[in-house]
C-alpha cells in the first residue's frame, strides 16, 4: 500500500513510523507545509520522499490527513476533487462535525473516512514522533454509513495494525462527549498555567515548590497553540457548555472552602473520587486484547 501522511508531525510521523514497521506500508509519502519537517521526516527515516499534495495524491491508495482541525477541512476537499478511484482519505482530527459537515455534499464522499485515534502527547514535531503511540488505544470511525464498505475496510485494518480498538459514533455525539474528556482537560491545564505564571513572577518558587501533582495537571499547557485553537473553535458550543458545567462545580468548590466546611469538603472530595472507579476500569480493560467480541462481530 502506498501512503500518503499530510502533516509529519507527532500523529503523522508516529504512524509512518509503525506503519513501516508493520510492513503495511510500501511506500510512504510526506506532505508538510514546513519544509524543516519533511526534511527532520526523512532524517529519521519514516518518510520515503516528500512531495507536494497534488503530485502525491495521484499515486496513493490511502492518504492520511495529520494536520490541525481547521487546515483539514480546507485540504480535504483538494483531495477530494483530486482522489483516484481506488484511494482512500482518513482524517485524524480531534473534532468530526465540522469536516463531516463539509465532506458530506462532495460526489467522491464515500472514499473518506472520519476518524480520531484518540492518542497523543503534549509534544509537537517529527522529533516527538515515536513508535507504539496507538498500541492498545481507542480509535473512533464517525458516520460510518457515509463512507464506502471498502474505505471503511480500508481505515479498519489500518486500526487493527495498529492494535486499536474501534468504537463507531455520530460526529455530533462524538465533539459532544470529546468535549468533557479530553477538551476541557486541555482549557483547564492552559488556565492552570497561567494563573501559575500571573501570580508567582519568581520563576525559582514555581521549579522548587511545584510536585507532581502540579506538574502531571499542567502537562497539557505544553501542547501546540496551533493544534488546539482550530480544535477550540470548530468545538465551541460543545466546549462552553462543558466549561459552564466545570465553572459551576468550581463555584461550588470555593463556596465550601471559604466557608471552612470541612464535612461538605470531604463529601465533594469523596464524590469526585468516583472518577477513579471509572479509570481503574478503563486500565483493566486496555490490559485485554485490542479487540472485545462486539468489534470482532462487527468485522
Same mark, same amino acid.
Given at each position: 500500500m502506498k501512503v500518503t501522511i499530510v502533516g509529519v508531525g507527532l500523529m503523522g510521523g508516529s504512524l509512518a513510523m509503525d506503519l513501516r514497521k508493520t510492513g503495511i506500508a510500501s511506500r510512504i509519502v510526506g506532505v508538510d507545509r514546513k519544509e524543516e519537517h519533511l526534511k527532520q521526516a526523512m532524517e529519521l527515516g519514516f518518510i520515503d520522499e516528500s512531495s507536494d499534495l497534488s503530485a502525491a495524491i495521484s499515486k496513493s491508495d490511502l492518504i492520511v490527513l495529520a494536520i490541525p482541525v481547521d487546515a483539514a477541512r480546507k485540504v480535504l476537499i483538494d483531495i477530494l476533487d483530486q482522489i483516484p478511484e481506488h484511494a482512500i482519505v482518513i482524517d485524524l482530527g480531534s473534532s468530526k462535525q465540522g469536516i463531516c459537515e463539509v465532506a458530506s455534499t462532495h460526489h467522491?464522499?464515500?472514499?473518506?473516512?472520519?476518524?480520531?485515534?484518540?492518542?497523543?502527547?503534549?509534544?509537537?514535531?517529527?522529533?516527538?514522533?515515536?513508535?507504539? @503511540?496507538?498500541?492498545?488505544?481507542?480509535? =473512533?470511525?464517525? &458516520?460510518?454509513?457515509?463512507?464506502?464498505?471498502? *474505505?471503511? #475496510?480500508?481505515? +479498519?485494518?489500518?486500526?487493527?495494525?495498529?492494535?486499536?480498538?474501534?468504537?463507531?459514533?455520530?460526529?455530533?455525539?462524538?465533539?459532544?462527549?470529546?468535549?468533557?474528556?479530553?477538551?476541557?482537560?486541555?482549557?483547564?491545564?492552559?488556565? @492552570?498555567?497561567?494563573?501559575?505564571?500571573? =501570580?508567582?513572577? &519568581?520563576?525559582?518558587?514555581?521549579?522548587?515548590? *511545584?510536585? #507532581?501533582?502540579? +506538574?502531571?495537571?499542567?502537562?497539557?499547557?505544553?501542547?501546540?497553540?496551533?493544534?488546539?485553537?482550530?480544535?477550540?473553535?470548530?468545538?465551541?458550543?460543545?466546549?462552553?457548555?462543558?466549561?459552564?458545567?466545570?465553572?459551576?462545580?468550581?463555584?461550588?468548590?470555593?463556596?465550601?472552602?471559604?466557608?471552612? &466546611?470541612v464535612g461538605e469538603a470531604e463529601e465533594f472530595m469523596m464524590e469526585g473520587n468516583e472518577i477513579r472507579r471509572i479509570l481503574e476500569g478503563i486500565e483493566l480493560k486496555n490490559k485485554e486484547p485490542a479487540w472485545p467480541e462486539q468489534t470482532k462481530r462487527e468485522n
Open positions: 467522491n464522499r464515500s472514499q473518506y473516512v472520519a476518524c480520531h485515534p484518540i492518542a497523543g502527547t503534549e509534544f509537537t514535531g517529527p522529533s516527538a514522533a515515536h513508535h507504539g @503511540l496507538f498500541d492498545g488505544k481507542v480509535s =473512533i470511525i464517525c &458516520n460510518r454509513e457515509e463512507s464506502s464498505q471498502e *474505505a471503511i #475496510s480500508v481505515a +479498519e485494518r489500518l486500526f487493527k495494525v495498529l492494535n486499536m480498538t474501534i468504537i463507531n459514533m455520530n460526529a455530533e455525539e462524538h465533539d459532544r462527549h470529546i468535549a468533557y474528556v479530553s477538551h476541557l482537560s486541555h482549557v483547564t491545564s492552559f488556565t @492552570l498555567g497561567l494563573t501559575v505564571l500571573d =501570580i508567582e513572577k &519568581n520563576e525559582k518558587n514555581i521549579f522548587n515548590m *511545584a510536585g #507532581s501533582g502540579f +506538574e502531571s495537571t499542567v502537562r497539557l499547557a505544553k501542547s501546540s497553540p496551533e493544534m488546539w485553537g482550530p480544535i477550540f473553535r470548530q468545538n465551541a458550543d460543545n466546549l462552553l457548555k462543558a466549561l459552564d458545567a466545570y465553572m459551576e462545580k468550581l463555584s461550588g468548590f470555593r463556596k465550601i472552602i471559604a466557608e471552612r &466546611n
